[in-house]
């Protein structure tokens, strides 16, 4: 059945289904970065879902670069290096790419995303954020 207008309770109903539904993503530490109403969908049994991850990604924590890190110092005790029997082509370092890797990623963790009527200011003003972009 369709309703133009919910009642208050049913209102209430999607709004603690939104909460639980986002709160899940950062439980997980993520940010979704893209919350609107076209993102929130209603199963068949008329539950909210969130739904478009395209925006979604890891958000940083003291445990989110550890892998990172552990691959860095195995790259640096493999200490890679290529040879002139290489044509003389000059290959970056593994660590290099790593380093590089994780500079990139840094910068688009943190660029401009998502629905310009949605987005949190943090992402319109170019600052660093975190889950709070989600609320």
């Excluded at 445990?63 to 005790?77: G, I, K, N, P, V």
């Amino acid at each position: 059945m369709r309703e133009d207008i919910l009642s208050e309770d049913v209102a209430r109903l999607y709004i603690a289904e939104t909460i639980i539904a986002i709160s899940s993503i950062h439980q997980h530490n993520y940010g979704h970065r893209d919350i609107k109403p076209d993102n929130l969908i209603l199963d068949k049994n008329g539950h909210l879902k969130l739904s478009d991850f395209g925006l979604c990604k890891p958000l940083e924590n003291k445990y989110s670069y550890s892998f990172l890190l552990r691959a860095e110092d195995l790259t640096a005790q493999e200490s890679l290096t290529r040879n002139e029997a290489n044509s003389g082509v000059s290959w970056p370092m593994p660590k290099d790419q790593l380093l590089q890797w994780k500079r990139n990623r840094r910068v688009l963790a943190y660029s401009t995303v998502g629905t310009l009527d949605y987005m949190a200011p943090e992402i319109l003003l170019k600052k660093r954020y975190g889950m709070e972009c989600d609320w």
